[in-house]
């Protein structure tokens, strides 16, 4: 079934000032959501992007081996080396 949209657009123009003020605002809203959902799609990319070019490289699981060693020795208790 085919609609006539020409019924509900033949008094757009009629409604002055509101009208435009509602397409407006509604096209702003529409920007900044779509906006907010690239800066967080990029944002997510960059942060994660060095990881996986660690990984592919095979360099992440050695980097991550010495953090768990340099954190282990840091903690282990200190004895007295004077004796």
């Given at each position: ?9 033949i ?21 900044l ?8 799609m990029?944002?997510h ?29 840091s903690t282990?208790?200190l004895?007295d080396?004077r004796?």
């Open positions: 079934m085919l609609l006539n949209p020409w019924p509900t657009v008094g757009f123009g009629r409604h002055g000032y509101g009208v435009r003020v509602t397409i407006g605002t509604g096209t702003i809203l529409a920007a959501v779509y906006g907010g959902i690239v800066w967080m990029i944002s990319m960059v942060k994660h992007f060095d990881q996986t070019v660690r990984r592919f490289s095979g360099t992440g699981q050695a980097e991550s081996e010495s953090r768990k060693v340099e954190s282990c020795s282990a208790p004895t080396q004796a």
